[in-house]
């Protein structure tokens, strides 16, 4: 079974920082690019970041750049998002996702639906 699972959400005062890890089982990230996502309670999907295969590209939506980082660590199967300088529109249920390798491995997509395996998500609260 493949299978990828978030951690790391949880309340966090403005201003603050999380990290959200996302852990795959049944399969290695190697070859794979991930994408982070967000949805908020009666809002669209929005991509907020993803990284290549190869960990060489990364790509920020403008409503985090300069806040959050994607970084891969491959030896542990694991993409990251450290979120700093967090806001309370940063409040949210954040989703990776995994891409076959269809790309080349300097290649990623901010968009959903490329995607092929979701984790469950991992509620993110910013609020004082």
């Known amino acids: 079974q493949l299978q990828l699972v978030e951690s790391g959400g949880g309340l966090v005062q403005p201003g603050g920082s999380l990290r959200l890890s996302c852990a795959a089982s049944?399969?290695?990230?190697?070859?794979?690019?991930i994408g982070w996502f967000r949805q908020a309670p009666g809002k669209e999907r929005e991509g907020i970041s993803c990284?290549?295969?190869?960990?060489?590209?990364?790509n920020y939506a403008d409503s985090v750049k300069g806040r959050f980082t994607i970084s891969r660590d491959n030896a542990k199967n694991t993409v990251y998002l450290q979120m700093n300088s967090l806001k309370p529109e940063d409040t949210a249920v954040y989703y990776c996702?995994?891409?076959?390798?269809?790309?080349?491995?300097?290649?990623?997509?901010?968009?959903?639906?490329?995607?092929?395996?979701w984790g469950q998500g991992t509620q993110v609260t910013v609020s004082s």
């Open positions: 990284i290549s295969s190869s960990g060489g590209s990364t």
């Open positions: 049944g399969f290695t990230l190697d070859y794979y690019p």
């Open positions: 996702a995994a891409e076959l390798p269809r790309r080349g491995p300097g290649r990623c997509s901010v968009v959903a639906s490329p995607y092929d395996y």
